[in-house]
């Protein structure tokens, strides 16, 4: 299963650490993904999904 949310299709980004010498690494930005179980088309799934989506109820959790 990819590090990608279910919804949004969020997935890593890359960036850099910076020390203040400015000694520059290479650093991967993960979203907050959460495994759930949601409710889709009538049929219960187990999804990976970002905090985001849960949040703003863009998915329905099965109960």
């Given at each position: 299963?990819?590090?990608q949310?279910?919804?949004c299709a969020k997935t890593p980004v890359f960036g850099h650490t910076i020390s203040h010498a400015h000694?520059?690494?290479s650093r991967r930005f993960n979203p907050?993904?959460?495994?759930?179980r949601?409710?889709?088309?009538?049929?219960?799934?187990r999804v990976r999904v970002c905090?985001?989506?849960?949040?703003?109820?863009?998915v329905r959790k099965a109960v």
């Open positions: 299963m990819p590090r949310c279910y919804v000694n520059v690494r907050n993904l959460q495994s759930i949601i409710l889709e088309k009538g049929t219960i799934k905090t985001r989506c849960l949040r703003s109820g863009k």
